[in-house]
């Protein structure tokens, strides 16, 4: 029977770019959707697709299924179910709440429950199993600080939001699977920016929410060290890896990948980059055990409290991915990264009207 390359969040910016490479190369793809509508490159462009009707779709196509990995059966009917797992010859689970500020159980039902929902649907109980590429998160590494491996989980780290708790939790469950012979490979972006040529990006989420509070002067003091670290990697980059996995799965098989930047940028490079755009106001970081937040303005605060927080360790961690195994199976580096991809992500964010320009 031909089969098809199934692959979860096809409309979230990952998946959609990963559907959209896929299907150049030939392959036939079904495309897991949650919410209704196209499914959407990051440069805006929208991709032709068909209805999912319990075959695999033409090569170099794909067809559209609506279900819920937060659901039992992954919120499909029965029969649609064992159609879609007869056809299924691999998964690239991209599904994933990545924006903070959600209650736990929100993160724990979609990215751990629906994770471990996509390793029951990997393994029929009398057939092979599939093949499955899990995207989980380099920042599984919490709060520890220093190199953290590509084999490194459960250091006794102190994971510093929900949405870190959850992917731990889920990366644990598929580790598990793989013990048990489900053949799977684990995944790890870091921060996933804009494009690494035009720094384009569809959605402005994470880092970007941050920079938009600085940049325009809402947000002028924060906790933080400038020797910390941010790990960032360009979509298409990442992308890039996600579909050569999937086609060096045999050598991928059992191993978890590092899809981080050989150098992470430090809090004092991108301060450095926010100096260069005069319409930027440049933030100050002040050590956590001396920061006040009730010293702020009342605006301030009120950012403070409902954005930056949520980033706030982020701002104190220095950690370095390792890539030893990444780099002997997927060799290429982002075309762009640091100082030079913060460059063409904040020119982006300007062009179009994210970052406005400061306050007095």
């Known amino acids: 029977m031909n089969k098809h390359v199934l692959v979860t969040g096809a409309r979230g910016l990952l998946g959609a770019e990963v559907i959209a490479r896929l299907t150049a190369m030939g392959y036939p793809v079904v495309a897991f959707l949650r919410s209704e509508g196209p499914v959407v490159r990051n440069d805006g462009t929208p991709l032709a697709a068909t209805t999912y009707d319990g075959h695999t779709p033409s090569a170099g196509t794909f067809a559209c299924v609506r279900g819920d990995v937060a659901e039992p059966h992954l919120g499909l009917d029965p029969h649609t179910y064992e159609a879609l797992r007869a056809t299924t010859g691999t998964i690239v689970h991209c599904a994933a709440l990545t924006s903070f500020g959600r209650k736990p159980e929100v993160y724990d039902a979609i990215n751990f429950r629906g994770t471990e929902r996509i390793v029951e649907f990997a ?20 709060e520890r600080p220093g190199v953290f491996s590509e084999d490194d989980l459960d250091l006794g780290q102190r994971l510093g939001n929900p949405y870190e708790q959850s992917k731990y939790r889920a990366e644990q469950s598929v580790r598990a699977a793989m013990r048990s012979g489900l053949p799977a490979a684990v995944l790890r972006p870091s921060i996933i920016v804009g494009d690494s040529a035009s720094g384009v990006i569809r959605k402005f989420d994470t880092l970007y929410t941050v920079v938009r509070l600085t940049a325009a002067g809402l947000v002028r003091t924060m906790p933080g060290d400038y020797g910390a670290t941010l790990n960032i990697v360009p979509i298409d980059w990442v992308a890039d890896c996600v579909v050569e996995a999937l086609v060096k799965f045999p050598l991928v098989r059992g191993r978890t990948l590092h899809l981080t930047s050989g150098a992470p940028t430090t809090l004092r490079e991108i301060n450095d980059v926010c100096a260069e755009f005069p319409s930027f106001h440049v933030p100050r970081y002040v050590p956590r055990h001396v920061f006040d937040a009730a010293a702020m303005k009342p605006l301030e605060r009120r950012y403070y409290d409902e954005v930056v927080k949520l980033y706030e360790s982020y701002l104190t961690r220095q950690v370095r991915f390792a890539r030893d195994a990444t780099a002997a199976i997927l060799p290429a580096l982002p075309r762009a990264t640091g100082k030079t991809l ?19």
């Not at 913060?342 to 007095?360: D, S």
């Open 123 to 142: 393994q029929p109980r009398d057939e092979a199993p599939i093949p499955l590429l899990y995207v989980s998160t380099a920042y599984v590494c919490g």
């Open 342 to 360: 913060l460059r063409r992500i904040f020119r982006y964010g300007i062009a179009a009207g994210y970052f406005v320009p400061r306050t007095a």
